[in-house]
């Protein structure tokens, strides 16, 4: 295992652009889709769907779960964002979320050619060049600092990478995939396929049970 520091990731093949988006695969139908698993159970979706027009990239991402113990709902979990790019750089984002009767909101905006964040748990803020948001298709995302898609805070998370690993899809078959570990400010793990798409994310649930995405 290794962290995985700027030059590093940048050796790894990722895009150098400042707040790159046009050059990004998109992937196939421009819809990156994932059932997410506790337990050996499907408890939802998290749909990232793209739609470019001309320089401009409109990415949204659509997320809802619902987590039950005999019958009774104890999480509900619904989270909507939208990011928009022009050419290579980020000029919005929002997003909402709410967990239960938990609410969450994000906004950011471009003014003066620099990106304004605001959000429910940050006071307004510049966000640096190098910013961009936690919605986890731009494997660009681990170069950080990282703009969170729940509550605008900036977070800057310690990524280490692991030796390359089968990776289980929705379908039953596997590709060898990319391990990243993030770690501090929020935990998580991807995994990116040899086309540097987004193939999979896995955290800890507050019951430490284990919620896994496999890709549709």
Known sequence: MAKVGRRAVLAGGLMVATRAAADVKLPPGNVLAFRMVRHGG????????FAPQGDRLTVHVAVDALVTVLAIPIVRYTH??????LGT????????TTK???HEW???????DSLVVTGSKTARYVAPATAIPTSYWNKRMLLGPMISLEDGVLLRPDVTQHPSEPLKLAAGTTIPAEHFS???A?????WYDHSDMWASLA???MDRSIVQYERL
């Open 42 to 49: 499907e408890i939802g979706k998290h749909i990232v769907t």
């Open 80 to 85: 909507r964002a939208t990011e928009t790019w």
């Open 89 to 96: 750089t980020l000029v919005g984002v929002t997003g909402t």
């Open 100 to 102: 239960n009767s938990e």
């Open 106 to 112: 994000v906004s950011a905006t471009q003014a003066h």
């Open 182 to 184: 993030l770690r501090g």
């Open 186 to 190: 929020f935990n998580v793990d991807l």
């Open 203 to 205: 955290y800890t649930a």
